[in-house]
């Protein structure tokens, strides 16, 4: 099992900047992907950006040079820096873990809201 728990969300301002974190426990080795996620109230949860264990990054192009996802393996932990924040990224935040072993198993945080004002 890997649990994971998000921090850093909250209210901010049209324009301005949050930083998310999302610390791994428990089975985290091969963990190979980890990936931030968002749902806004109505919609369907959206992939926002992940990254590999070797460091390759995807991310929405809702948020291409807005948002930067990094990974720090030794404290197990990912980032989603977040600048340029627009109202229309008001959303719950839920990171996202992909390990693979004998299958595919996925692991959910529990969800950080992110509210950007106008």
């Known amino acids: 099992q890997v649990q994971l728990v998000e921090s850093g969300g909250g209210l901010v301002q049209a324009g301005g900047s949050l930083r998310l974190s999302c610390a791994a426990s428990?089975?985290?080795?091969?963990?190979?992907?980890m990936a931030w996620y968002r749902q806004a109230v109505g919609e369907q949860r959206e992939l926002v950006a992940g990254i590999t264990s070797g460091g390759i990054t995807n991310y929405a192009d809702s948020v291409k040079g807005r948002f930067t996802i990094s990974r720090d393996n030794a404290k197990n932990t990912v980032y989603l820096q977040m600048n340029s924040l627009k109202p229309e990224d008001t959303a719950v935040y839920y990171c996202?873990?992909?390990?693979?072993?004998?299958?595919?198993?996925?692991?959910w945080g529990q969800g950080t809201q992110v509210t950007v004002s106008s």
């Open positions: 996202n873990a992909v390990r693979v072993v004998v299958g595919i198993q996925t692991y």
């Open positions: 428990g089975s985290i080795v091969n963990i190979n992907v």
